[in-house]
């Protein structure tokens, strides 16, 4: 920064004059002035001031001063090498425009850059003209084979040796580091052998592929060898050996070997990319403090990953600042980092920010940043930007992307929106031009398809995988298990399990989680614990997240004694719970109301050496809120920050909510502000809940309005889902006026009519008890060629039974049926009900019987309906045998069939038939209404003592209540 404000000084005189005229320079100062730009973009470069470079270089354009030859060639060198790629080459259109001439650097630098563009055709026709060296080749090599293509860069031998020029050692390195990536270890070996000599560096290169294939005693012999060759092995070597012990898990090893040298910052970069977190931390101070070793870009880019991986975001955030402030321009991978952990918490301002800081500073965004970009904007539901992005990739072949991937990315934001037909569309354009779709594109469309319930197209699917020789993976299978269980097909889920063994592929514990999950969520705890106690018979390594996902099953069945029993089997494998462990026993403890017991396992988290995560305190904060303490839920939230964790919109919901039901709207508001501040943007799943915590508040609708607005202002995706929730929150709580405002609105912003908002607003007129109005929007609704749902239906026809109104409600049953509707269980009952209030016996019968015969169960109100109308008619005889055919359904009588029998049997004075049922009514705990008491005083009280027998029976049946 000091360099480019002493330039800033020293320029600024020229800089004016070059503004005024660029005909003020003297002919014979021409080359002074020329070299004085070059040196003054050199070290904007320098200084990470890349668009003041691009400046000051265009400005030396347009003052047509024409540097040396020798200075192009290091305005060329500069811009390539800082990675303004598309301004080198811009650059070297200019040298040649100006100069008519290039030299050898020239082309060397050139076809470095247009390598890293991957236009590896064009820097192959450079070699066919103009003077090259073996520089040129090697670069070109070097290029083919960061890209994977290194039989394409072998293939240049034979050019080389056509053309007279020599391999070097950099050749035969740079090639064995090729194939050395590629894993073609028997290659590498091959050309090891064949070589005169191997140099150091060649022994490193294979040493390094060794230890990245996870061969660390190969590499281990390898440099045995080096030292029998009188060969000593450098900082790089023990480097390499170093991250494959990590990478092999031996870190004990890796340390021990550090001892042997001076680690330098690659070796502490290293060992600290390998700990956990607060390791890593701790040896980055012992690099600093008592080694005076300075980190670097990739330094603290391994420890803002590890930060942002392990959920402390903010603490990451801090860091990245503080490389900044010491001078350190951040690079690609610590934007990448951090732009990817904000978008997954949400924090979708403060991505954005980052985005635009890295445009300003000129960073170039590879395909790693665009691609976190692109499910950022999926995660956003900001599908046109997402659309925008992926065009951006797919399109520049110049990024030399992997476009399988890239269109994976695409299909899998689209499933998890549950946007299927665009994410098939995507698949077809994949077809179309020739990309490949591999195991995880599949994988993700079969997710997508398990996760709308759409069975039979993700087993279609997942099938055609076969079809296309791709073999689908434990991943596919797991998807298709879970979309099984989901939809109530678990003998499909287990007989899939039969499949995954049959075919030989190796379970692993993501199978066990997804069929532990799967039952425990269907009730068979049993069959949970026997398959997890036959996985582990298997010798499957077992992990915490199997051991925790049983324990919680474990604890909602109810049988936490059980669940303490896993927790000791994890203990006795030698698992020390985590966070995720304590997590579930607090989870449960506060569903059931335990809070003070669960409390207790959250002061444990602390002494046990583990710190509370985001679950944690989330789980706590909403429990806290449902008990209406949110007094004390904000004080964990402060505690929450202090403790470097983030609050997210799942904190915000619960607090928010919490201030709702107690009443309290401008807390409420308060907090909502807040969440805006931190940069948090709401998604349609928050906009729902926050309108279903408005339910209960004196002025609902108001309120819920007054929410909505202030969200939508925080950046809410106003989109068809936004609109139907704030509708139907509003029929909800009667305000159909506004709800029909809000449709309205709907349908100024372009949103087509749909069959869901006028559904809702059915709804919502028929809670009011607008039965006409509701009938208003029915018929508008077919008018609009808009069909109804069975729901609506039965809604239309309980409000009409209620009312009596038969002749409409059979009217409408007719037009039901005529859309190719099926009647189901609550239309019968709304339909037999509604005979029945009428006293149309033979035809609420006559229903009953269709409705039984068509394999349909009838409700306990459907056989209380029927039963009051043969009591009302005094036929007893007939209400006693519909009642004993509820039992014969297994269907328990409430307490309103006992009151219709019992008064029935009082207006015909059987006082035997009245005890059994009051008998039946105090042994199941039901207590007679204070009609059916009416009716037993009169029938049976002896004359002048009716009074006093009802005041006795009330008396009696009180103190039962009370007992």
């Not at 330039?7 to 070059?18: A, D, E, G, I, K």
């Not at 330094?299 to 975001?313: E, H, W």
């Not at 097909?489 to 997804?514: P, S």
């Not at 928010?656 to 909502?672: M, T």
Request: with cysteine.
């Amino acid at each position: 920064m000091a360099v480019s404000g002493r330039f800033r000084n020293l320029v600024s005189p020229f800089l004016r004059q070059n503004h005024t005229s660029s005909s003020s320079f003297s002919s014979e100062k021409t080359p002074l002035y020329a070299s004085f730009y070059a040196v003054l973009v050199e070290a904007y470069l320098s200084c990470g001031r890349f668009w003041q470079a691009e400046e000051a270089f265009d400005r030396m354009r347009e003052t047509k001063l024409n540097p040396s030859l020798r200075e192009w060639n290091r305005l060329l060198f500069k811009f390539n090498s800082v990675g303004l790629i598309r301004r080198a080459l811009f650059v070297y259109q200019e040298l040649l425009r100006c100069r008519g001439e290039s030299n050898v650097f020239t082309k060397n630098v050139l076809v470095h850059a247009l390598c890293k563009l991957g236009r590896f055709e064009t820097g192959l026709d450079l070699l066919r003209s103009g003077e090259i060296d073996t520089v040129t080749f090697n670069t070109l090599i070097w290029g083919l084979c960061e890209v994977g293509k290194v039989e394409i860069a072998v293939g240049l031998l034979s050019a080389m040796v056509k053309k007279g020029i020599e391999m070097d050692s950099i050749t035969r390195n740079t090639l064995l580091k090729g194939f050395s990536r590629m894993g073609f270890l028997e290659k590498v070996q091959s050309m090891a052998e064949t070589a005169i000599s191997l140099d150091v560096v060649g022994f490193n290169s294979l040493i390094d592929a060794h230890c990245k294939l996870g061969s660390v005693n190969h590499a281990m012999e390898l440099m045995d060898e080096m030292s029998r060759r009188g060969l000593r092995p450098d900082l790089f070597t023990y480097n390499a050996l170093v991250n494959g012990l990590c990478l092999a898990g031996e870190m004990s090893l890796a340390e021990a070997m550090t001892h042997e040298i001076e680690p330098n910052l690659v070796t502490w970069t290293t060992l600290i990319g390998r700990k956990s977190v607060q390791e890593a931390l701790s040896l980055y101070e012992e690099m600093v403090k008592k080694k005076g070793i300075l980190p670097d870009v990739v330094t603290y880019s391994a420890l803002i990953n590890g930060l942002c991986k392990s959920g402390r975001v903010s603490e990451g955030f801090l860091l990245f600042r503080e490389m900044e402030n010491t001078g350190i321009c951040p690079n690609h991978v610590a934007y990448s980092t951090m732009v990817h952990s904000f978008f997954r918490e949400g924090r979708f301002t403060n991505a954005l920010a980052l985005q635009r800081e890295m445009i300003v500073k000129g960073i170039p965004m590879d395909k790693v940043f665009c691609s976190s970009l692109l499910f950022g904007y999926l995660k956003m539901g900001r599908i046109n930007c997402a659309e925008e992005i992926f065009k951006m990739i797919s399109d520049d072949d110049e990024r030399a992307v992997n476009l399988t991937l890239v269109y994976s990315e695409l299909v899998d934001g689209y499933c998890k929106l549950g946007k299927i037909k665009e994410a098939e569309l995507v698949l077809g354009e994949m077809s179309e031009r020739g990309i490949p779709a591999n195991v995880i594109t599949h994988s993700s469309l079969v997710h997508g398809y398990c996760k709308e319930k759409m069975l039979q197209e993700a087993f279609d699917c997942f099938r055609n995988m076969e079809e296309r020789r791709i073999s689908p993976n434990i991943i596919t299978y797991c998807a298709m298990i879970d979309g099984f269980f989901k939809t109530g097909r678990e003998t499909e889920a287990l007989l899939m399990h039969e499949e995954i063994v049959r075919g030989g592929l190796r379970e692993n514990e993501f199978l066990l989680d997804v069929l532990v999950n799967g039952l425990r969520k269907k009730g068979k705890i049993e069959d949970a614990c026997r398959l997890f106690k036959e996985f582990t018979e298997k010798g499957l390594k077992v992990d915490l997240v199997n051991f925790t996902s049983l324990m919680d099953g474990l604890f909602k069945a109810g049988d936490a004694t059980a669940a303490f029993e896993v927790g000791q089997q994890m203990v006795d494998r030698g698992l020390s719970p985590d966070v995720g462990a304590y997590n579930v026993f607090i989870n449960c403890l506060c569903k059931q109301g335990k809070i003070d017991q669960a409390m207790s396992f959250y002061a444990m988290i602390s002494d046990v050496g583990l710190s509370p995560d985001l679950i944690t305190y989330n789980t706590v904060i909403g429990s806290l809120c449902k008990e209406g303490k949110t007094e004390e839920a904000q004080a964990f939230k402060i505690q929450m920050r202090k403790s470097g964790i983030n609050p997210n919109i799942i904190t915000y919901a619960a607090l928010i909510g919490g201030f709702l039901e107690e009443g309290k709207s401008e807390e409420a508001l308060q907090v909502l502000k807040e969440m805006a501040a931190v940069g948090l943007t709401p998604d349609s799943s928050f906009h729902r809940k926050i309108l279903r915590f408005c339910l209960t508040a004196k002025s609902p609708s108001s309120l819920m309005l007054k929410m909505h607005e202030e969200i939508v202002q925080m950046g809410l995706v106003l989109d068809r889902t936004v609109y139907h929730s704030l509708v139907q929150s509003l029929c909800l709580v009667g305000s159909t006026a506004k709800a029909m405002a809000v449709l309205k609105a709907m349908e100024v912003r372009g949103f087509e009519e749909d069959g869901f908002a006028h559904q809702t607003l059915i709804m919502g007129y028929l809670r009011s008890g607008h039965l006409e109005k509701a009938s208003t929007v029915y018929h508008e609704m077919i008018s609009k060629g808009l069909n109804p749902v069975v729901q609506t239906y039965n809604n239309l026809l309980r409000a009409m039974s209620d009312a009596g109104m038969m002749q409409e409600a059979e009217k409408l049953l007719q037009e039901m049926e005529k859309t190719g509707l099926i009647p189901n269980t609550a239309t019968y009952n709304n339909l037999i009900s509604g005979h029945a209030k009428k006293g149309n016996k033979k035809e609420s019968i006559r229903l009953y019987c269709e409705m039984v015969r068509k394999g349909f169960v009838p409700s306990v109100g459907t056989f209380n309906a029927l039963i009051n109308g043969f009591a009302k008619a005094g036929l007893m005889i007939q209400a006693r045998e519909l009642f004993r055919e509820m039992e014969r359904l297994q269907l328990s009588p409430n307490s309103s069939t006992y009151d219709i029998l019992v008064s029935g049997w009082c207006k015909l004075s059987n006082g035997a038939e009245v005890r059994r049922l009051l008998s039946e009514m105090k042994q199941k705990g039901f207590i007679p209404h204070p009609i059916t008491i009416n009716s037993v005083s009169n029938a049976f009280a002896k004359p002048g003592e009716k009074l006093s027998a009802k005041k006795l029976l009330k008396e009696f049946y009180r103190r039962e209540e009370i007992d």
